[in-house]
């Protein structure tokens, strides 16, 4: 079965260093998103991209974060100068079209900012 | 802006017993989710609602979607330990949200013996 997979499943950074979280998203989706979830907390939206543009982004995605898909099958999150607070859980997730369609998650990737 | 509100938060239920958790939402929806989530784990789809009156049922759980009332409901029958895990609901705007999905605050649920 299909699914959308994450690299690392965990990293461990230090404070003011960039990471770069990757997913390669289900092969014949076509919109992209990228979730976070703070130890405890819900699942937060960061952002949506279609047709290689950020389509809606939320306010916590600021200058700090870019998304990119770089060759055609992955898709990435980078922070440029991360934080304390950056730790969390971070979720990819696909799908064929949109809001007309089931999104699909894949396994997380545990950001730890040190 | 969307809010999507559940409760309780906290849930802990003798197994056998029956519960519902709700999930209420401000504004029309497209489709709404419900996901359960193990400690550190990714999100398992449980149900997808999509019209009013909708109702679900996978084993013990069984979900339902009133438009109207901007209500869903997971409802927990002859709950088992297995059950034990962190369940969400989440709701798509539809329209031109491009399928962003806000979420509530969770429900976690722990079935004792």
């Known amino acids: 079965e299909p699914e959308v997979t994450q690299t690392p499943s965990h990293q461990v950074t230090q404070m003011g260093q960039e990471v770069i979280l990757r997913c390669v998203p289900i092969?014949?989706?076509?919109?992209f998103y990228w979730y976070r979830q703070i130890l405890g907390q819900k699942v937060e939206f960061l952002v949506s991209?279609?047709?290689?543009?950020?389509?809606?982004k939320s306010e916590i995605f600021d200058d700090q974060f870019s998304v990119e898909r770089p060759d055609g099958s992955n898709f990435t999150l980078k922070i440029r100068s991360t934080k304390l607070e950056d730790s969390a859980m971070y979720f990819c997730?696909?799908?064929?079209?949109?809001?007309?369609?089931?999104?699909?998650f894949g396994q997380g990737t545990r950001l730890t900012v040190v | 802006e969307l809010k999507v509100e559940q409760n309780p938060l906290f849930l802990s239920m003798q197994e056998g017993k029956n519960y519902t958790i709700y999930c209420n939402y401000s504004t029309t929806s497209d489709r709404l989710y419900w996901y359960r989530q193990d400690p550190g784990k990714s999100l398992e789809s449980l149900f997808v609602l999509l019209s009013n009156g909708a109702v679900k049922q996978e084993g013990r759980l069984m979900a339902s979607l009133d438009t109207k009332a901007r209500l869903s409901t997971l409802h927990i029958t002859a709950a088992v330990h297995d059950l034990s895990a962190t369940y969400f609901c989440?709701?798509?705007?539809?329209?031109?949200?491009?399928?962003?999905?806000?979420f509530g605050q969770g429900t976690i649920l722990t079935v004792h013996p």
């Open positions: 997730a696909s799908s064929v079209q949109g809001s007309k369609t089931e999104a699909f």
């Open positions: 989440a709701v798509d705007e539809g329209g031109t949200s491009y399928g962003k999905l806000t």
């Open positions: 991209f279609y047709n290689n543009e950020i389509s809606e």
């Open positions: 092969s014949n989706h076509l919109y």
